[in-house]
């Protein structure tokens, strides 16, 4: 049995996997196919059953090499994912507490050393440089709809020791669209999986069906669980950090709230709810262009802000340093002012 004919769906079945429901999926499997006459008995189901072990350990030996040891902390070691075979290293940022002098343990025996090239605190992920070449790299999936869905088994892998580790589970939670973390960061998606996330398992790989790493494991995103970061998001993160060092995320120096807007502003803007400003810093970006306590944001560069969601949206990188139009109600009157978007250090 060949590694693609392993995508199963398992929507309804329960998130912790028995021996026997998985022999009795692949039954099923078998005899729909045709490949099956009768129902299989005795050594044919063994047989079965070993197929799939055999190609569950191969997913293990497809990408274990391009997963590494991180030493980046005191006590217990953590795990990296290769990203580029010229060295660099993309892990969970929670569990890197140094920048230089990194210690990283390769699938091969050797040791290398590595330091830090930037830190996403806010999707916590971090980029490693180390100091070897050379690095297998495994292929990252691009993690869209067509490649995962809820009930897809899925393997996370760790090194944590000499060895790589693994366990088995499927994906619990899969959203359509982009999901933004407690932290401010924003991902393409939404992926959360059942696997126990084991010591030292968080910045190593999950592993779909084909072999292929869906993304990065974090246990640190959401308190009790295990969640991952997809390829693509790493992919956008890793790049800005390239450039820049740091993700750059812009900033008004602003506290708000939401709250409903008058009738008559409603059907002006066919718009429900605005920003109250709480709290505005005196020398801040929205200080210095004239908002005040009590302001109303309802646009940001003429586009509807109704939550905080809503607004750090609107203050991605490529807004930094930029003047752009702000309305706002103030007095129960709509007033248009401009504001320079600072950067959140």
Known sequence: MGMRQLQFRTEHYPSHFSRYLLSRWVMYQALESGKLKEKPEGDIMTGVLQDVSNALAQMVETVG?????????????????????????????????????????????????????????????????????????????????STMAVGHLVLALGRPGKTVQATLGIISALSEDGWRTPAGGLLDRYLQTDVVMYPGFSGGPLVDVNGQVLGLNTSALLRGISLTVPGTSIGKVVETL??????????????????????????????????????????????????????????????????YDDLVTLLGADQVGAEVPLRIVRGGQLQDLKVVIGERK
């Open 65 to 145: 090499p391009g997963v590494v040891r991180v030493e980046a902390r005191r006590r217990l070691a953590a795990s990296g994912v290769v990203w580029s075979a010229d060295g660099l290293i993309v892990t969970a940022n929670h569990v890197v507490r140094q920048d230089e002098n990194i210690g990283l343990g390769l699938a091969d025996g050797q040791r290398a050393s590595a330091q830090v090239v930037g830190r996403d605190p806010t999707t916590d992920l971090a980029v490693l440089r180390a100091d070897t070449k050379n690095l297998v790299k495994p292929a990252w999936a691009q993690a869209d709809a």
């Open 242 to 307: 390239l450039t820049h060092g740091r993700v750059r995320r812009g900033y008004l120096g602003i506290s708000v709230q939401p709250v409903r807007l008058p009738e008559a502003l409603k059907q002006q803007l066919n718009q429900e709810v605005g920003l109250l400003l709480v709290a505005v810093e005196e020398n801040g970006p929205a200080g210095k262009a004239g908002l005040v306590l009590g302001d109303t944001i309802v646009t940001l560069d003429g586009t509807a802000v109704s939550s």
